[in-house]
């Protein structure tokens, strides 16, 4: 029988490195723009054509590259920082050529341009598919030049799975971020089809986050600095109120590196337990030092993911660091040891705050819980005016609920009121036992149905602000905006573009009652949107989820009887009551011979 192992060509190995390394036109961006960072550079432009699909250009002033090391540098396990075993556990650096390169040559047509000080021409390579076409010298400046065309091209199955463009770009644009706010002394441009997304300037990392976020970021951050024996943790946090929604402003750092750490967002959100509600998320961007040989960056092949030696320790040490800032610029006066237990006492509805801070506390926190309690009473405004025909709804309120209960001839609601659990949950007795509703979830797909029915209606109903409000925004965010437009006055938005990152907010849609500002709602319905893309819904569709996500009630919003009755109504008689626009569950059953087995021995 004949032998069935054989070696693998070099081109096919390399394509499968790729897979693993390469997974779409965002992670060349990564690769080569920590590259130029490693060569030393103190500008990189990143250059990008049809989201990454034609071309990744990323042009740097660094160091650049010796003919000999130019050609190398696209080689299988070339590289420039690893000698001997033990350099696999002191990185320090990101890899300054080498490595990637030929996992990108092998599915894409690459051309490099690259020159030292000492040299008097450039070295200009050219490789498809990992051979080598072309490699002379010309003329050219200081650092490299690397253009990535066309990638995938001699893998169409990979290329038929990337998305979208938009969605495409979305990953470009956080790849780029995250290496931008790592290296504030940097200056960094990125262009994409022709406009530029970004022009970040070399400064301190204060100044860097508010060129990104915008210029009211600058009010809106509080600084951390811990040092320790075992740790160093410097950075911004966010203040209370400026948290959202949506997840995405939230950066952890270490050694300079962007990582994902599910468990340290958990001591960053425990911090803020007693001064945000449950599904909001604070912003920050924490840079972590550490001496490289307590961790291990290799457990992923992006390295986005880090083991640490003493992972409780600086779980602890975060926690304590964040809570400090916290208590020195937002609460001086704030009892971290306090208990608060979100939706028991009507008396303390507002979660931003403890019953043991100081009723003195500083001025701005006492006007955000003034503006919170005007948004709270005035959430469903008007709903007691508001009849629901149900004879126009396709099934009756008894026969939505028939879906948990068999009885047809039976009224299966009790007459007894519901009562609201923990601030987030509805609870109503039926005939076979109970219902729970989640009243964030429900109200999200009430605003939602509204919001197709603004669509059928054609003339949205606006109401016009007292005082145009102005909205700054990040680049990448204020495309996007300007691209929605159109589309936001079909349903009541009356916003336009005042130049730059600006936009004026002239009107609203009526009764549209938000619990947050109007600056963080716009904000939220953007990144939601975003997120949509994904999806692949229809725009309209997308802007109708968005809004139905980013303007719902909250989980800790306190709600009374006339309130929880208005809601579980306005929900029956929504065409499907059972699921929200983003997927969770409004409503969940318990029969009460499920109870009764609890109760058995």
């Keep these: 029988m004949a032998d069935i192992i054989q070696l693998l060509p070099d081109n096919i190995a390399n394509q499968i490195a790729a897979g693993e390394v390469i997974q779409r036109p965002a992670s060349v961006v990564k690769e080569m723009m920590e590259n130029a960072i490693d060569a030393g550079a103190t500008e990189i432009k ?218 340290l967002n958990h001591a960053v959100r425990l911090a803020y337990d007693q001064l945000i509600l449950p599904d909001s998320h604070p912003f920050y961007v924490l840079m972590i030092d550490i001496n490289p040989s307590r961790i291990d960056i290799n457990v992923h092949p992006t390295k986005t993911e880090i083991k640490f030696d003493e992972e409780r320790l600086l779980y602890n040490f975060l926690k304590v660091a964040i809570k400090q800032a916290l208590g020195q610029y937002v609460l001086p006066e704030l009892d971290f040891g306090s208990n608060v237990n979100f939706g028991h006492d009507k008396d303390r509805f507002n979660p931003l705050i403890t019953q043991k801070a100081n009723p003195t506390f500083n001025k701005e926190m006492s006007q955000l819980q003034k503006d919170n309690f005007k948004n709270w009473e005035l959430m469903y405004k008007d709903m007691s005016n508001e009849k629901l025909d149900m004879e126009t709804q396709p099934t009756t309120l008894e026969s939505k609920i028939q879906y948990f209960d068999d009885a047809s001839n039976q009224e299966v609601l009790s007459n007894r009121d519901p009562f609201q659990m923990h601030g987030r949950y509805i609870i109503s007795q039926i005939r076979s036992g109970l219902i729970i509703i989640d009243q964030s979830a429900a109200h999200e797909r009430i605003i939602y149905e509204k919001n197709l029915k603004l669509l059928e209606d054609k003339v949205p109903s606006i109401q016009k602000e007292l005082f145009a409000v102005t909205v700054e925004l990040e680049n990448s965010k204020a495309l996007i905006l300007k691209d929605m437009l159109p589309y936001f006055k079909r349903y009541g938005f009356e916003i336009e573009s005042f130049g730059g990152n600006t936009f ?88 009460l011979e499920e109870i009764n087995r609890k109760f058995k021995n």
């Design 46 to 263: 990143v250059i990008i054509k049809d989201a990454g699909k034609t071309l990744v250009q990323i042009i740097d002033n660094g160091k650049g590259m010796s003919p000999t090391d130019a050609r190398m540098s696209f080689e299988r396990h070339a590289t420039s920082k690893i000698r001997v075993v033990e350099d696999l556990f002191s990185i320090r650096t990101m890899g300054f050529r080498g490595e990637a390169l030929a996992s990108i040559a092998a599915i894409a047509r690459v051309e490099l341009v690259t020159k030292r000080a000492e040299d008097k021409t450039a070295t200009h390579i050219v490789i498809e598919g990992s051979e080598v076409k072309l490699q002379d010298q010309v003329q050219g400046v200081n650092g490299t030049n690397i253009s990535v065309k066309n990638l995938f091209y001699n893998v169409p199955a990979r290329r038929k799975f990337l998305k979208s463009d938009p969605v495409e770009l979305k990953h470009i644009n956080q790849e780029f971020l995250n290496i931008a706010i790592a290296h504030p002394d940097i200056k960094f441009n990125l262009h994409h089809n022709g406009n530029e997304l970004y022009r970040l300037y070399d400064g301190n990392l204060k100044a860097r986050l508010v060129n990104i976020f915008g210029k009211n970021y600058n009010e809106k951050i509080i600084p951390v600095a811990q040092e320790s024996s075992d740790f160093k943790i410097n950075g911004f946090i966010g203040k209370a109120e400026s948290a959202k929604r949506t997840k995405g402003e939230q950066y952890f750092f270490v050694n300079n590196r962007y990582i994902k750490s599910p468990y």
């Design 504 to 591: 004026i907010i002239n009107g609203l849609p009526t009764n549209l009652e938000l619990s947050t500002s109007l600056e963080v709602f716009i904000d939220e319905l953007i990144d939601t949107y975003s997120d949509n893309r994904e999806l692949q819904l229809g725009i309209e569709q997308n802007i109708a989820r968005s809004i139905a996500v980013s303007a719902s009630i909250r989980s800790g919003k306190i709600l009374d009887v006339r309130e929880m009755k208005q809601l579980i109504n306005q929900l029956f008689a929504c065409q499907d009551p059972y699921m929200s626009p983003s997927g969770k569950k409004c409503i969940v059953s318990i029969d």
